[in-house]
């Protein structure tokens, strides 16, 4: 009895030392987590959030947007007098607040050409008194204009004040809704072409990157260790590098008088300049030579540990060397590949720097517009959503990925 109270005490004691055990482990990786949390995971909730939540007008006409509410916009009749003289009164506020602007702006993107419209009601709505507004609102705005009588226009409105909207995912794939609520099709395609066209960039990138990068991975990998040493530091020269002197520099070598045309005329293989600089061919060419380490490094940690003897075992049993090749060799470095290939796309499709500095116009990717409205336009839920999109459009490509490659198969070294 005595030895087995032993045995069930020690083994208490042992899950107590396990559980402290882990109680500290979880204290020294909780720093880590914390951090994740704030630079990973919350900016990405944010984003989410902010694509589908946007209350600037609930925020600047509340009383406006309660009388609307009860409105049926389906109808043919305008708002009720005492919506449109709340409206006028709040109009006057904003006035005299300096925000009717920002009204207009918001109410503009659902119905142009509403701006000026709302932004020449509030100066005159702030030259005449409260009293007035209070008494007859609704026909000192209606005078004002033949606009305030369209119907659209007040649906625009009750539109705009709601604060959460699907328009700025609408807007992602080329939509709106028109003035009924109906979801159509945008006259202009702008942002579907530039997600195909960031698609494309990237897929050309990551093949011209897998073909220039396994031969030279096999050569180091294959090379003797001296000179493979050497080699490598030249692959991992990039990295010591500055991005914007490696972008640069090919403004230098693709300008219409740069090195590769002023070399090429100088040999007489050409007569007149190639047109390569701000365009998508120089987006290609750069990006290619900027990620090309991202797809050397895998492919050389893979290859590096493939046993020669296998190619020379086939070789010694009378098969050719490419089809010994393609069929021995090839196949085990998929996981390098693959690897190599998943890294260059993954960073490519939302590459931003390059592009914008030897694209120009024709090689802009999605990450520009982003970055255009998130820094010029201000329209930054259109740039969550357009970001939100693009992650989506990742994380489908990885789940694609997986299923026919898989992602256990991947080997980064």
Partial sequence: MNNNSLSVEEILESKRLLNRKKRLLLLFTLPLLVFIFITFISPIATMLYRSVYHPTVSQLIPLSLAELKNWDEAGDA????????????????????RLSGKLAEEVNRLKPGSSSLIKSSARKLKKTTLEELQENGDSVLLSYSKKWHNIDLWRAVKRAGQPFTDSYYLTTFDLKRNPAGEIEQRDTQIY??????????????????????????????????????????????????????????????????????????????????????????????????????????????????????????????????????????????????????????????????????????????????????????????????????????????????????????????
Avoid: C
């Fill in 78 to 97: 305008l708002p009720p007098s005492a919506a449109l003289q709340q409206f006028a009164i709040e109009l006057q506020d904003l006035s005299k607040q």
């Fill in 192 to 413: 579907l072409k530039l997600y195909w066209k960031s698609l494309k960039i990237a897929i050309y990138i990551t093949l011209l990157t897998a073909l220039l990068a396994y031969p030279l991975a096999y050569y180091l990998a294959t090379a003797p260790s001296k000179i493979a040493n050497r080699l490598m530091v030249l692959v991992l020269l990039p990295f010591w590098t500055s991005l914007l002197v490696r972008t640069t520099s090919w403004i230098a070598i693709l300008q219409t008088n740069g090195v590769l045309n002023s070399s090429l005329q100088s040999l007489g293989l050409i007569d007149e300049p190639f047109e390569l600089l701000y365009t998508q061919a120089a987006t290609i060419i750069a990006m290619t030579h900027i990620l090309l380490p991202f797809m050397i490094l895998p492919l050389y940690s893979v290859m590096k540990n493939i046993d020669p003897s296998y190619l020379r075992a086939a070789l010694s049993l009378g098969a050719r060397p490419i089809p010994a090749f393609i069929k021995i060799y090839l196949p085990m470095t998929v996981p390098g590949v693959s690897a190599g290939a998943l890294l260059v796309f993954i960073i490519s499709i939302g590459y931003y720097i390059t592009p914008a500095i030897v694209g120009g116009t024709d090689g802009q990717m999605i990450s520009n517009i982003i970055a255009f409205h998130m820094q010029s336009s201000n329209n930054w839920e259109l740039a969550a959503a357009l970001g939100s999109l693009l992650l989506a459009l990742i994380i489908a490509l990885y789940w694609i990925y997986d299923r026919l490659v898989g992602v256990n198969n991947i080997k980064l070294g």
